[in-house]
């Protein structure tokens, strides 16, 4: 398990874009036949990239956790972005196509991901934060999500958005999870550009052709830096920061929140005039 420390509202203003990426961006997640698990110091979220091909691969727990098992006191999500595959869960056997959610509650101790077809196998995005009750595991495909359609081709933020783990569709402790998908033509995610220092936030980005990048924004409205962001690699944004982005071609993104409350539309807007 990989582990990012990340910088607080002041030290981030001196920071080089390396040290940013070492303290906020993950590497790409997704590696054929391996897991990939990142621990930021971001609320204690966990994010993870699982391909499993020819064989399944456990879930682990690691000695930082303290735990005897990855869920004892955490809870995840899971968003598969890649073939068909399926999740086990103590013994159940969830299927998974391409835009389905899972959500894992606290206590489930043997989590087991397996694709159908190793030549296209699935790609498992993860992710977990500390949780304090125990409720069921959910499946949710992606034709049960909350539809959300938002933003116009003439603004370059036309979306979709897919609230797949939230309140009346999973109850959750304090994860809410979902897909927002670009239409062909927009490049701008989360405009105009807003915090919530109630709840954190992560976002990976995916669906980018290999030789295109999305610029996330960060930090103070005030103070905003911009870091070039590769496709299958995931970045936090702690509750200080605006998270916003633009796209040299249009493209997906996962995002999830863990903190105080769940509600999605709990933002503190900005006008892009606001940002410096």
Known sequence: MKFMFSADIRSYKNMRNDELREAFVTEPLFQAGEIVLVYTDVDRGLVGGIVPQDKPILLPTHKELAAD????????????????????????????????????PKESQKIEFSSNDANNPAKFYLVSYPAHRVTKTVHVPKSAAKYIALGSQETSNERVIFQSIRPGIVDSCQLVMGI????TGSVWNTKPPHTHFRRTEIYMYFDLPQDEKVFHLMGEPSEVRTLPIDSETAIASPSWSIHSGVGTSNYSFIWAMGGENQEFDDMDHLKVTDLR
């Not at 006191?73 to 068909?84: F, H, L, P, Q, Y």
């Not at 999740?87 to 299927?95: F, K």
């Open 69 to 104: 098992y990855f869920c004892q006191r955490r809870e995840a999500g899971v968003i598969n972005i890649g073939g068909e595959g399926s999740i086990n869960v103590d013994g159940t056997d969830y299927a998974m196509a391409n835009r389905d959610s899972l959500y894992i």
């Open 180 to 183: 927002t998908e670009l239409k």
